[in-house]
């Protein structure tokens, strides 16, 4: 059973672009959150997407959103990229409904370097 | 505000134990939980406490007191591969969002 999937892996852009981050949730998990982790942070909350809606939003500027699709994945975009914007992309899957918190799923997160 | 605060950095042995504190301010409570992050690698989750008391889970152990708001990850027999960060982690009051402590680096020494 795979777990959650991020891809790309690393990525380097130039200030002013703009970058698209994908993500596959867990086989079962309905539920996407995605972090931003700058080096040496927590993880910070950036949105979370439940039923293809944004649910939960975090203190990031618009230039930051998100899309879920019917199966569940979910796509990061951020435009007009800054330097502050360098660091690891975390996406988490949960399920919606669990009589226990397993707490998140989360992937091995995208490496977004911004020169 | 909700806000977490845990030590930056723990040194240890290998066999031994160590605990890793976590204090927190919450306008509410939904339980603390804990994760484990290796240098380039994903958050793991490791335990959750939604009441004061002890959580085992092998090696692990996770304590909560709420009337303190404290608690603490404790992991026993020390091994190389427990050399990671540590975050405590609360999810904000009335929102669907995860706050993270800043880490703990634990360093297992052989």
């Known amino acids: 059973d795979a777990g959650v999937t991020q891809s790309p892996t690393h990525l380097i852009k130039t200030r002013g672009q703009q970058v698209t981050l994908r993500c596959s949730p867990k086989s079962g998990h309905d539920t996407v959150s995605w972090y931003q982790q700058a080096l040496g942070q927590g993880p910070q909350f950036i949105f979370q997407y439940y039923e293809e809606e944004e649910r939960q939003r975090g203190n990031f500027p618009d230039r930051f959103s998100g899309h879920q699709f019917p199966n569940y994945s979910s796509e990061l975009n951020v435009n007009a990229l800054l330097l502050g914007d360098s660091a690891l992309y975390l996406c988490a899957s949960s399920p919606t409904l669990e009589r226990r918190n397993y707490g998140y799923t989360f992937g091995s997160g995208t490496r977004l370097t911004v020169v | ?110």
Request: aromatic content about 14%.
């Open chain 2, 1 to 110: 505000g909700q806000s977490l605060e845990q030590p930056s950095e723990v040194t240890a042995v290998e066999g031994a134990i160590v605990q890793i504190n976590c204090t927190y301010q919450t306008s509410g409570f939904y339980g603390l939980s804990w994760y484990q992050q290796h240098d380039g690698g994903a958050p793991t989750f490791l335990s959750y406490n939604a009441l004061d008391g002890l959580e085992e889970t092998g090696r692990f152990s996770s304590f909560l007191s709420r009337s303190d708001s404290y608690g603490y990850l404790l992991l026993q027999e020390l091994q190389m591969k427990d050399s990671a960060s540590y975050f405590c982690a609360v999810r904000d009051s009335g929102t669907y969002k995860y706050i993270f402590g800043t880490g703990t680096r634990l360093k297992v020494l052989a």
